[in-house]
């Protein structure tokens, strides 16, 4: 018995990570966000404030939720004025507290982001599951499943996360009631947002479950959930990853109106909506910054992820292009 050769030019040798980079780098989605500078200037907004968030505690000046860490002499001064008392200067003003508005930006960012991001990673996975259920399955169970999204859709999105925040709360005894307002916000929006996935994904997977493929999948005898899962999915992750861009600014801003109205996180938890509640308190006096800055971070913040999900939705889409 021989033993087989192989020669080294019948080496199949994986490609390094610079080679994989310069490939990477050379792809369409890529010289797409090369040569479109608002997309980059978007994406260095969304990557600044990431970041800020992310590394708050260390960044920030001060703890602005730590009492022992306040001075009310330091109140109301203005950005990058020596205050009368103290002789401090803070680079955004302080508000009424004497908290750096700076670092309240910092630290309400973190909750706006963690409550936008987790918001959404539940509709997502929420409004998926029920689509590729409905669009597989159809029959009955995609009735059921599509009228209620359409009986959802006739509301809006706000006014359904006002109503669910306000029921669910009803179950939460007074004195949990601000440690579980996160959880019950992320729950509010979710809820409000996930027939957009459903729909998206049941028109795919109604598309995707008659091609051979999926039939072939069938006959060697796959459980439906593993067909979903494993062939049907893949395909319905472009426009999914669109919506979910796209709707994490929305859940941003739902999250800051439903705080700017008092129903969202608490003052002990505060967001850039609750920032943007007290500092209209204050506009009217003088005091502009405690309002200025904190709205401007949000709208900037809302801003670039909406110009990524446009960039998104028009690379992923040949028709757009």
Excluded: C
Aim: hydrophobic share 50%; proline share 7%; net charge neutral.
């Amino acid at each position: 018995m021989s033993e087989m050769t192989t020669t080294p030019a019948a080496i199949r040798t994986r490609p390094s990570v610079r080679e994989r980079f310069a490939s990477a780098w050379d792809s369409d989605i890529a010289h797409s966000f090369r040569y479109s500078p608002v997309t980059m200037v978007a994406a260095v907004v969304v990557l600044l404030m990431l970041l800020g968030a992310v590394f708050g505690p260390w960044i920030a000046p001060q703890n602005p939720f730590d009492p022992g860490s306040l001075n009310l002499m330091d109140g109301k001064t203005a950005p990058l004025t020596p205050n009368a008392f103290t002789g401090k200067v803070y680079l955004l003003g302080t508000d009424d507290q004497g908290r750096d508005v700076f670092s309240t930006i910092l630290y309400g960012s973190r909750v706006s982001l963690f409550v936008g991001f987790a918001a959404v990673a539940f509709s997502m996975l929420l409004g998926v599951t029920l689509g590729l259920i409905a669009g597989y399955r159809g029959g009955w169970l995609d009735a059921v499943i599509m009228r209620t999204a359409d009986i959802q859709l006739t509301f809006e999105s706000l006014l359904v996360a006002l109503m669910i925040f306000g029921f669910t709360r009803t179950f939460i005894p007074p004195g949990s009631q601000n440690e579980l307002a996160v959880p019950v916000l992320i729950l509010a929006i979710g809820l409000a947002e996930w027939p957009q996935y459903a729909r998206t994904v049941r028109g795919v997977t109604m598309v995707e479950r008659n091609k051979e493929y999926v039939q072939a999948a069938r006959v060697i005898g796959l459980h439906p959930a593993i067909i979903m899962v494993r062939h049907v999915l893949p395909n319905v992750l472009g426009p999914v990853l669109v919506i979910a861009t796209l709707g994490l600014a929305l859940a941003i801003i739902a999250e800051a109106t439903l705080s700017f109205l008092g129903v969202g996180v608490p003052p002990t938890q505060p967001s850039l909506g609750t920032l943007i509640r007290i500092g209209q308190e204050y506009i009217v006096s003088g005091e502009w910054w405690i309002l200025l800055f904190p709205a401007i971070t949000l709208l900037a913040l809302a801003l670039a992820v909406n110009l990524l999900g446009d960039w998104l939705r028009d690379v992923l889409n040949p028709k757009l292009r």
